[in-house]
């Protein structure tokens, strides 16, 4: 009776070491769990401002290549004024000479004439769309 004290002594001591190990395993296990999961946490937040960072990326250049085209359409609405203004003041200085041409003519003693059409585009010229011209007929 002595020896089965002994082995069931035994036994428990072993039974109680091999639950002692098991409970340290599943402590290490569950600490392992817990980091695993931490680890899982960051990268998942490492992820969602990877996202966010192309979506503002993305939006950043959306509104660059907007930019970009507004510039550019002011750009060529400038060109567009400058032409503009370029073939204005060519048409002035036509004009300028026109009268200055018909000046000299008509100090020299000389007559200039023109058709009622040619008034009406030397009229049209001169001040953009219908008033009276620079120069009319010398009768």
């Known amino acids: 009776m002595r020896a089965f004290g002994r082995f069931c002594g035994r036994l428990l ?9 098991d409970i340290g395993r599943l402590q290490e296990a569950g600490v392992r769990l817990v980091e695993t999961r931490a680890e899982l946490a960051t990268a998942e937040s490492r992820l969602k401002i990877g996202e966010a960072a192309e979506k503002h990326a993305a939006a950043e250049e959306r509104r660059a290549a907007s930019e970009e085209r507004r510039a550019h359409a002011r750009k060529t609405n400038a060109e567009a004024r400058k032409q503009e203004i370029e073939n204005k003041l060519t048409e002035a200085t036509a004009l300028a000479r026109l009268e200055d041409v018909i000046s000299k003519i008509r100090q020299n003693g000389g007559d200039v004439r023109f058709s009622e059409e040619q008034l009406r585009l030397l009229a049209s010229l001169s001040d953009g769309g219908g008033g009276e011209g620079p120069a009319t007929n010398a009768e």
Not at 13 to 21: F, K, P, T, Y
């Open 13 to 21: 001591l072993w039974v109680r070491d091999r639950a002692e190990e």
